[in-house]
């Protein structure tokens, strides 16, 4: 059973620092590309982050660039969001998923979200 469950989120200041974590479970999360997805409140969801499989490339969302950091822990199997000098604009849920299609890669699983919520 393919699982992606997200941890870390909260309420923070506009300035402070939440890491986010996603553990894969029910499939070698090592074989794929992951990404981390964000959707706040009316509005659509947005693409944050990518990573590759074996965590050599990366893309950033123009608005996150240089505040966030992707990173994998493959022998965990796990996905991280280092998220730094927080906005107000980062609220939202923020989800991880799969980011490639293979035969091997449950695209496009993703987990249930965690609530990033910042504030002034």
């Known amino acids: 059973q393919v699982q992606l469950v997200e941890s870390g989120g909260g309420s923070v200041q506009a300035g402070g620092s939440l890491k986010l974590s996603c553990a894969a479970s029910?499939?070698?999360?090592?074989?794929?590309?992951m990404a981390w997805y964000r959707q706040a409140p009316g509005k659509e969801r947005e693409l944050v982050s990518t990573?590759?499989?074996?965590?050599?490339?990366?893309y950033y969302v123009d608005s996150v660039k240089s505040r966030f950091t992707i990173s994998r822990d493959n022998a965990k199997n796990t996905l991280y969001l280092q998220m730094n000098s927080l906005l107000i604009e980062d609220t939202a849920v923020y989800y991880c998923a799969v980011h490639t299609a293979s035969s091997v890669c449950p695209f496009p699983y993703r987990g249930q979200g965690t609530q990033v919520t910042v504030s002034s």
């Open positions: 029910g499939f070698i999360s090592s074989n794929c590309g």
């Open positions: 990573i590759s499989f074996d965590g050599s490339t990366y």
